[in-house]
Nanobody, 120 residues
Framework: QVQVVESGGGLVQAGGSLRLSCAAS????????MVWYRQAPGKQRELVCG???????NYMDFVKGRFAISRDNAKNTVYLQMNALKPEDTAVYYC??????????????WGQGTQVTVSS
């Protein structure tokens, strides 16, 4: 199993930047990709972006050009650099791993999330 711990959230003004971190531990060798999700109050959790073990990245349209995901394999950590933040980016941000299991790819454990609040 893979466990993650998110950090780096906070309060920022619109147009500002934050960098989130996600430290993974456990069965690191089973990780196929790392993904960031977010959940705003009263809304469903939504995918933000992801990065594969080979380094390929993918972003949802609403963050393209503003957010960047990266990874430091030596630290087993994934980062989410968020620039040009908007009030609608306000949410709890979660990361998790996509891991290889005996029954195919599956989600690893979810972290506690980190709150990002963007003021207008």
């Amino acid at each position: 199993q893979v466990q993650v711990v998110e950090s780096g959230g906070g309060l920022v003004q619109a147009g500002g930047s934050l960098r989130l971190s996600c430290a993974a531990s456990g069965s690191i060798e089973s990780i196929k990709a790392m993904v960031w999700y977010r959940q705003a109050p009263g809304k469903q959790r939504e995918l933000v972006c992801g990065i594969t073990s080979e380094g390929s990245t993918n972003y949802m349209d609403f963050v393209k050009g503003r957010f960047a995901i990266s990874r430091d394999n030596a630290k087993n950590t994934v980062y989410l650099q968020m620039n040009a933040l908007k009030p609608e980016d306000t949410a709890v941000y979660y990361c998790t791993a996509i891991i290889e299991t005996s029954h195919g790819p599956d989600f690893g454990s979810w972290g506690q999330g980190t709150q990002v609040t963007v003021s207008s």
